[in-house]
């Protein structure tokens, strides 16, 4: 069935898009993933986008309309990590039932226009992108609802629980797990389908929470956008691409550079490694111009930093949902280093298109190992390339994503199996 016929098929839905932030700049993974659905599926659905906007993003507000969306946006201001008052609203939280970033964003200005927009128009279904906006929509029942969940958040949690820093940051670590545990699990069940990004996700909510509504989208890459670089390389440059104020990108890169990199400077001492991303916390600063290693904070495009590296590492810990910086290494055919949460939920392989390791020396070895054998570095990125080409494209994520939403409202009029095998090989 051809992408016309099936959308002359499927009547247009009118569709209200609940999101806390502008997707532009693109400078978060969850960005990135909602804009790679939002592009597609602005031109087959009519989608009011609601968010909150900070002044700073407001040049970013025409990028959006030009994507089609109706924009509805609530001024807001946002407190930054290096403030004092940031450090108070975390110890407040103790005293709340809610996780931290769910009351973070909780507005009720946002929940009031959301109500009020359902009230004044004939939409079809709401969707809420990140359990965190939940509370905005919570007991909306008038029309059907769908959580688009980029990761099991109380996951998370969990995992820098065991892992994140001294006692009392674990302790806090540890409350926040229970409370995201209890509000993810009851947000849920509000929704009439959740969309996941994995199957081990899906699985996980599944034995978790009794959730039997979700379905799985793939994970995509924008490959018109990542594609190799007519750059050469830097030899030996290691580079990690991620937004540094997500505390698990800040403990991988912390967890690297204390744990792995020496082992790797010892073998190869003209080695370096760029820290790319934006938001970068004092103690990522501090390491900027020590052994070998360049901490950029943020920049406009990553591209020109991931063409100028031998070899992408993903060192993660902690983490949860799937990682849309390997495929954008692998669509620039740069070789890529994991561990295995790291590469979590991914359809990748070991040796064949990633290298996988979960302990310090054989992080170091498989860094190494490539760093000096140009065969198997190109071998390596070429199947990561040719993988993520043949399988991972936006509009087959966009269309998996539709069908969840015409799921949703019970009326979907095509066999998403025979739909998805078609734009497969289409693709």
């Keep these: 069935m051809s992408q016309t016929s099936r959308h002359q098929e499927v009547r247009r839905q009118k569709i209200l898009f609940l999101q806390k932030r502008l997707l532009f700049p693109t400078d978060t993974g969850g960005k990135i993933r909602t804009l790679n659905i939002l592009r597609h599926l602005a031109c087959w659905h009519d989608i009011t986008y609601l968010c909150n906007i900070l002044p700073s993003e407001e040049p970013y507000l025409d990028e959006m309309k030009n994507l089609g969306l109706k924009m509805e946006t609530i001024p807001w201001t946002e407190t930054p990590r290096t403030s004092w008052r940031f450090y108070v609203d975390l110890a407040k939280n103790l005293f709340s039932s809610y996780p931290f970033n769910v009351n973070k964003d909780h507005d009720p200005r946002l929940r009031q226009r959301a109500a009020e927009l359902l009230q004044q128009q004939d939409f079809d279904l709401l969707v809420c992108d990140f359990v965190q906006m939940a509370r905005n929509c919570i007991g909306f029942d008038q029309i059907p609802k769908l959580l688009f969940q980029h990761n099991v958040e109380a996951q998370i949690f969990q995992r820098q629980a065991k892992r994140g820093g001294g006692p009392l940051r674990r302790l806090y670590m540890w409350l926040q797990w229970k409370k995201m545990q209890r509000f993810e699990a009851h947000a849920g069940n509000d929704f009439d389908r959740v969309v996941a990004v994995s199957d081990r996700d899906r699985e996980t909510f599944q034995e978790s929470y009794g959730w039997t509504h979700v379905e799985v989208i793939d994970t995509a890459v924008d490959t018109d956008y990542f594609h190799p670089l007519d750059l050469a390389p830097i030899p030996r440059r290691c580079v990690f691409v991620g937004s540094m104020d997500w505390l698990p990108n800040e403990d991988g890169v912390l967890y690297f550079v204390q744990a792995i990199w020496p082992l790797i400077r010892k073998q190869l001492p003209d080695a370096t490694f760029s820290i790319v991303g934006r938001n970068p916390s004092h103690a990522i600063r501090a390491l900027n111009g020590n052994h070998g290693i360049h901490v950029t904070g943020s920049v406009a495009d990553v591209r020109p930093f991931l063409s100028e590296s031998d070899i992408v590492v993903v060192p993660l810990r902690v983490g949860g949902g799937t990682r849309l910086k390997v495929y954008e290494a692998m669509a620039m055919r740069k070789p890529v280093v994991s561990t295995s949460i790291g590469i979590e939920g991914l359809n990748v392989t070991h040796r064949e298109n990633?290298?996988?390791?979960?302990?310090?020396?054989?992080?170091?070895?498989?860094?190494?190992?490539?760093?000096?054998?140009?065969?198997?570095?190109?071998?390596?990125?070429?199947?990561?390339?040719?993988m993520v080409h043949r399988s991972h494209t936006p509009v087959v994520a966009a269309k998996q994503f539709e069908c969840a939403c015409l799921d949703a409202l019970g009326n979907r009029s095509i066999s998403p199996t025979d739909d998805m095998a078609t734009t497969s090989t289409a693709n």
Excluded: M, Q, S
């Excluded at 070895?365 to 760093?371: D, K, N």
């Design 354 to 386: 990633v290298l996988i390791a979960d302990d310090p020396a054989t992080f170091a070895e498989h860094v190494v190992g490539l760093a000096n054998d140009p065969g198997f570095r190109t071998e390596l990125a070429n199947n990561g390339l040719a």
